[in-house]
Structure formats: C-alpha cells, structure tokens
C-alpha cells in the first residue's frame, strides 16, 4: 500500500517511516494556574500518556497540538506552553514527552503558535495582533480589542520562536511546525483584513508574509539542518478581504524556496469555520478531503516541500487514491486518531480499512473529541461516538457540563 511507503524529506534528509501524518489537535492537558503564569504549560502525566499512546498508533508524523511561544498568548488554557521566561526546565519537561511518542518509530513535531487575537478575555484583556481589528465571539468564547504589535515585539516574538525550536531540539523532537493558519497570530499577519498596519509588517504581501521568513531564520539559527521545519497554512481564509488561494499559492512557493520540508493545507479561521470547505462539492465527496483540489493547484509549483492534507480522509481507498494521484505526499489524520488513537497502526496492517463513522452531530464533534482526548490521557478507551447511544451519552454529559460551567 501506498500509504505504508517512507518519505525522505528534502531539506532535513529525515526519513518519514509511512504516508500517516497525526495532525495538531489542543489537548489542554498541561499545568494551569490562573494567579501564576509561571506555573502554566508544564507536561504533566496524562500529557505524556496521551502522546505513548498516539506513538503506538503508528503515525509516521505525530505533531503536538497549539503550544504558544508567548505565555500570555495561549489558544487555551492547559496548552503546554515553551517561552524562556518561565522558570522551570522545558528542555528536561518535554523530553519524556518525545521519548514516549518516538518509542514506537514516529517522528515528532511540535506545533509552535501564538493565539494573538484570537486569546479570549478570560485569559487576557490585552491581547496582541498584526492590527487592531477585534475579533467577534466564537465557539462561546469572546475577545478584547487588540493593539497592533510594536516592531520591537514583533522581534522578540520571533526569538521566543527561535528558542521555542532549540527546546524542542534539545529535549528529543525531530522538528517543528508554525501554526500559520485558522486565524492564529501568524495567519492574522497574512490576511489583509486584519493585518492594518502601514508599516513594514503590512501591506503587500510580501510584508505580511515577512514575520514567517524572520521566523524560519531564526530557527535555522538554533538548530542543524537535520531538525525538521514545517508549516500548516490556510489555502484560503473564506473571508472577503482575507488572504486567498492565490495569496497561498505565492506564499507557498515562497516557503518551498526557503526550505521547508513539509507544508500542511488548511482553511478558515475561528469566523469562517466551516465556511468554503465545500464538502458537498461533487469532487470533495468524490476524494474526501476538504483541501485537494487546491493541493492539485500548488504542487506543480513545489521543488522541495512535502505536501500534507488534511481534513475529511477516512478510508484507505481515499488516502491511497490521494498518494497515487500525487495531490499530496501524506495523508493527514486529526478527529478520528480521538476516537481510535491507534487507527493508522491497525490501516498500514490491513485490520482497518477505513475510520468509524462519527454520529455525533457535526458542530459538537470538536467538544467531544476534546472528551476523548482526556480519556486517553486518563489511561481509558475513548468514547466510541461511531455509536449512537453513546453519543447521546456523551452529549447528555456534555451538555450538564456547560451548564455548571
């Protein structure tokens, strides 16, 4: 099978064991204290349980989820978090993490992010953007104004990231991946509808796409060319007036010059999820991913980088289809790997053709998978939502949740 072929990454000449590519998902499992900054983002058992389990899964690729490089701009509370002002060790934190993920042969990224805007109020009444445009509520959380970054904080953000890489490094991970999508901080710089600034950080797009170039230097910087460099980016924003395909298209090859080895696909921000993901279109239904069609558009481009979809696979007809149409170089997994954590050992060994069935209904399987993600770092079997009398289970208790929250 197709997806069960290694991959030999370009820049890094790391070799990718199988097509599977584990996805960045928030897991909210790490060291939180409201009153105490300095004792937020720390690994904690159920963290490291989680990633032993995911590594026996058997993902050539496993990312970690959001984990800010600025402590006062997580995407949520719990994310683990990797900032030089904390006081605890991160390189002797993280490196039981790696070791439990690698055990089983995958390589292990960490996905690196700022939440900028996109920090509710709960967290912070001062965020930070690439403008000053507020961002509305969404997914029932809501958002202060924010004030546009100084050029001097745009640097040093740019160092914590440079930092956050050489952590990573020394702790045991084979590389990373900037979060340049769904309307984080670095996509807020992208999108001409909110990046505002009339300095050299807006504008044309070479100026709001400045910040990822800084970002990839600085990392280069702190570690040797076998680390692993990577990015996930929107193929489009779906908003009016937000950065487009052909914006996506121009940034990319961008990124392929400068040597990244893998580029993941996406789409949308916090505003538009959803939005332009075309799932009924005739040729999505047909491929099952949300993001070929554009992924056929950018890799005629591409000389280097190693291209991941995801969003949408669920059989291995669909993936092996994906691989041998050339559309994408690896099949990106994130919500079924909640529900069957083990899922790509058991379709690379042919006991699985396909991912269960989610019942629960669509705008309440990102809550849910967040349940089963803390099944699993609990030591328990997820709930099996390709179930309906537990998914009505799940929601029932879902919904007493939010009522006592």
């Known amino acids: 099978m197709l997806i069960s072929a290694p991959l030999t990454l370009y820049s890094s000449k790391r070799v990718v064991p199988n097509r599977l590519f584990k996805a960045a998902m928030s897991e909210r499992l790490c060291s939180w204290d409201d009153e105490n900054l300095d004792e937020c983002g720390k690994p904690t058992p159920g963290y490291i349980e989680l990633y032993r389990k995911w590594g026996e899964g058997g993902a050539g690729v496993i990312v970690t989820g959001n984990t800010p490089v600025d402590r006062d701009q997580p995407e949520a509370p719990k994310n683990a978090i990797i900032d030089a002002r904390l006081s605890w060790d991160a390189v ?93 901080l670095l996509s807020q710089f992208l999108s001409a509808n909110i990046n505002n600034r009339t300095d050299s950080y807006g504008g044309p797009l070479e100026n709001r796409s400045k910040i990822l170039f800084e970002i990839i230097d600085a990392i280069k910087a702190k570690v040797p060319e076998t680390f692993i460099l990577s990015i996930k980016i929107n193929s489009a924003d779906f908003s009016d007036g937000g950065f487009t395909p052909e914006e996506s298209r121009l940034t990319i ?67 092996e289809g994906a691989l041998a149409d050339g559309a994408c170089d690896l099949i990106g997994l994130a919500s079924p790997l909640t529900g069957q954590p083990t899922l790509c050992k058991d379709l690379l060994a042919g006991t699985a053709t396909s991912a269960r069935v989610n019942k629960a209904p669509v705008k309440l399987q990102m809550p849910l998978a967040v349940g089963q993600i803390q099944e699993i770092a609990a030591g328990r079997e997820p709930a099996d939502l390709s179930d309906e009398v537990v998914v009505q289970k799940e929601l029932a208790a879902l919904m007493e949740m939010m009522v006592k929250a």
Do not use: C, W
Request: hydrophobic residues 40%; aromatic residues 8%; without cysteine.
């Open 253 to 319: 090859q961008k990124l392929d010059e400068a040597g990244m080895d893998l580029i993941e696909l996406s789409g949308g921000t916090y505003e538009t999820v959803g939005d332009g993901f075309e799932a009924l279109k005739p040729s999505t239904a047909k491929r099952e991913a949300f993001f070929l069609d554009f992924a056929d558009n950018v890799r005629p481009h591409l000389k280097k980088s190693k291209l991941v979809v995801t969003g949408g696979f669920r059989t291995v007809s669909g993936m």
């Open 92 to 184: 002797e934190a993280f490196k039981p993490v790696f070791a439990a993920a690698k055990a089983y042969g995958s390589l292990v990224l960490v996905q690196l992010t700022a939440g900028g805007r996109q920090t509710n109020d709960k967290i912070t009444l001062h965020p930070v953007s690439s403008g000053d445009i507020q961002m509305p509520p969404a997914f029932g959380m809501t958002f202060a104004k924010p004030r546009p970054m100084t050029v001097e904080e745009i640097k040093v953000l740019v160092e914590r990231f440079g930092h956050a890489a050489e952590v990573v490094y020394k702790a045991g991970g084979d590389g990373v991946q900037l979060h340049a999508a769904h309307g984080y």
